[in-house]
């Protein structure tokens, strides 16, 4: 089993759409759990950062943290042209930095 | 957030020469930094964990004797690819960890080799 595994794209939706993209891990030592965007030839941006269970929002944006089913989301709602990208989650405990494979999203106008 | 700047952006190079990327933390000290390297629409592959004063680790299957991986100071991380072959062009990514928590990367190089 990959310690960390990112539900397959492409995905494609058309604008103003609530994405849901997910991923799960097998280390319950992961502390530290994010997501990053990357657009084609750019190195990927942070977009979210959490490190407790629950949810935290920022904008358009929502991150989730399952701890106890080592399940981690991310939720866009009223979707962009603009946001599509390869999105990565990742977790870390120090050192230790791991990625999802990415999934890439395409908002259709 | 942190910013890492990377430099060059973008290089091409001849066959069998050595091409160097840094890799700078601008405005935090990261220990730890990695070195990605990326095939069009393909993931992130980790090449080599970096930490600042040690050698670097390496993945299984990257020859560390042609990526040289030099970590001198706690702001600045360079990757050497050393008699590059066109098969090494690709697109470098670097990333530095903060304060051991989340990753902060740099803007990406892509290297040509002709």
């Known amino acids: 089993q990959k310690e960390v595994e990112q539900d397959p794209g492409p995905l494609s939706v058309p604008e103003g759409a609530i994405v849901s993209l997910n991923c799960t891990y097998s280390?319950?030592?992961?502390?530290?759990f994010m997501w990053y965007r990357q657009y084609s030839r750019k190195g990927p941006e942070l977009l979210m950062y959490?490190?407790?269970?629950g949810n935290k929002e920022d904008g358009r944006f929502t991150a989730q943290v399952d701890k106890s089913s080592k399940y981690i989301s991310l939720f866009i709602r009223d979707s962009q042209p603009s946001d599509s990208a390869t999105y990565l989650c990742?977790?870390?405990?120090?050192?230790?930095?791991?990625f999802g494979p990415g999934t890439r999203l395409s908002v259709l106008p | 957030g942190a910013v890492v700047s990377q430099h060059p952006s973008w290089v091409i190079c001849k066959s069998g020469t050595s091409v160097k990327i840094e890799c700078r933390s601008l405005d935090f000290q990261a220990t730890t930094m990695f070195w990605y390297r990326q095939f069009p629409k393909q993931s992130l592959m980790l090449m080599a964990t970096?930490?600042?004063?040690?050698?670097?680790?390496?993945e299984q299957g990257v020859e560390k004797d042609k990526f040289l991986i030099n970590h001198a100071s706690l702001t600045l991380s360079t990757l050497t690819v050393t008699s590059a072959h066109p098969e090494d062009s690709s697109f470098y990514i670097c990333?530095?960890?903060?304060?051991?928590?989340?990753?902060?990367f740099g803007q990406g190089t892509r290297l040509t080799v002709v």
């Open positions: 970096s930490n600042e004063g040690s050698k670097a680790t390496y």
């Open positions: 990742a977790m870390s405990r120090g050192q230790n930095f791991v």
């Open positions: 280390n319950s030592a992961f502390q530290y």
């Open positions: 959490t490190y407790s269970s």
């Open positions: 990333s530095a960890l903060f304060k051991n928590t989340e990753a902060f």
